[in-house]
């Protein structure tokens, strides 16, 4: 899965919040909780397959997500620490995957907010795999924003 990637990660402000705010085509919620992050994996690989992507890039991307999805529950989910996991999706040129983790109460605030997003979504990991990564606070919120150029018979 070789392909230019854009490792800095360099968009300006107004950039990334158009890109987080824009509405997705198809958006999942779960809670911060890792018993729930297959059905994130799952629809990763659902939309990769119908935008063209093989079965096993398909299964990377999801793999990829799913990481992300795990690790920023497992640095920002403590004991008594609230997440809500937002995953929304997007495939016009490209397939893209937006990333939120809210939190929902005072402590999970603080945690959220003492962390770096590129630490907390594991920006190195999902960086090999998928052409552009973006990570970025909004609020209470942390996002990450990843992209992997359709196939060219999309």
């Not at 392909?3 to 987080?20: H, I, K, W």
């Not at 999942?28 to 990763?44: C, E, F, H, K």
């Not at 919120?141 to 990843?146: A, N």
Request: proline share 3%.
């Amino acid at each position: 899965m070789a392909g230019n990637r854009d490792e800095t990660a360099s968009l300006s402000s107004r950039e990334s919040t158009e890109a987080v705010e824009r509405l997705p085509w198809f958006a999942v919620t779960i809670p911060g909780d890792s018993r729930y992050t297959s059905t994130i994996r799952d629809l990763v690989v659902r939309i990769a397959r119908s935008r063209g992507f093989g079965q096993a890039d398909a299964a990377e991307m999801a793999r990829a997500v799913e990481g992300a999805v795990r690790h920023v529950i497992a640095v920002a989910g403590g004991a008594g620490r609230s997440q809500r996991i937002q995953a929304g999706f997007r495939a016009e040129t490209a397939l893209e995957v937006v990333l939120t983790c809210e939190s929902t109460d005072a402590a999970s605030i603080a945690a959220l907010a003492d962390q770096d997003p590129q630490r907390l979504w594991d920006w190195e990991a999902i960086s090999r795999v998928m052409d552009r990564v973006e990570v970025g606070r909004d609020g209470r919120s942390s996002f990450c924003r990843m992209e992997k150029r359709l196939p060219a018979a999309c």
